[in-house]
């Protein structure tokens, strides 16, 4: 069973033994970046489109690489080609999407509510990291507009594979040196709980603004509204 939050003051309701006694055993949280924490205007469709792009200007079949993510697209397109190849298309692949992330990064801000959790839950002793999908340059800018509260910061340059491969999580953990069933993983996309569930983590979905099934699914061990009502859940109201 799922933990819901619901109401005011991220009052929790339907939680299971099992999860009451996780979320009690918490001592770090792996937040997402863009979407979760920082909010940017990168047009995620105009990305997608370019790297199928680029796909097909190297004969490659566009049309069985569509259903992948980004990044899970720059990977298989790149395996495709001659090894000799692959390390020069993979360059020219993370330059354009970095000029896409960077394109409007100037108007990026925090998302409602993100520094105050982020303060409550450094106040409270929590341990807080971040793993993104971002480059360094657009994480780095992001950062900037947040407390600095966060130990770890792991973009998709820091780690051989990007959630929602576990081992991004499991990363940013062994940095921190926590075990995964002392952490939360929060995102506000499947792919962080598909990410914290692999990794052996508390897996919580992040709503902000989307229809309350939207991570259904995915099977996540709890589903929050927003950013204050997880502070909430873990820390307690008006803290």
């Not at 105009?46 to 697209?73: H, V, Y």
């Not at 921190?176 to 792919?191: F, I, N, S, T, W």
């Amino acid at each position: 069973m799922k933990l819901t939050a619901v109401g005011l003051a991220g009052i929790i309701s339907g939680v299971s033994s099992t999860n009451k006694a996780r979320l009690r055993g918490i001592s770090a949280v792996l937040f997402d970046l863009d979407g979760t924490l920082g909010e940017t205007r990168i047009d995620f469709s105009a990305m997608k489109g370019a790297m199928l792009a680029q796909a097909r200007g190297r004969g490659l079949e566009a049309a069985n690489l569509s259903g992948l993510d980004i990044l899970a697209i720059v990977e298989q397109a790149a395996a495709h080609l001659p090894e000799s190849e692959r390390e020069a298309y993979r360059e020219e692949a993370w330059r354009k999407l970095e000029e896409f992330e960077l394109r409007h990064i100037s108007e990026a801000r925090p998302m409602p509510g993100a520094c105050q959790s982020a303060l409550r839950l450094h106040e409270a002793g929590l341990r807080l990291g971040i793993i993104t999908r971002n480059c360094r340059a657009a994480a780095d800018h992001l950062l900037a507009l947040l407390p600095p509260v966060f130990e770890v910061c792991l973009t998709r340059e820091d780690v051989s594979r990007c959630k929602p491969d576990p081992l991004h999580i499991r990363a940013a953990l062994d940095l921190m040196r926590v075990e995964p069933k002392q952490a939360l993983v929060a995102g506000d996309h499947r792919m962080d709980v598909q990410a914290g569930k692999a990794a052996g983590a508390f897996a919580a979905g992040i709503l902000a603004g989307r229809p309350r099934d939207y991570f259904d699914a995915y099977e996540p061990d709890a589903v929050f509204r927003t950013l204050k009502e997880l502070a909430d859940a873990l820390i307690g109201p008006d803290r």
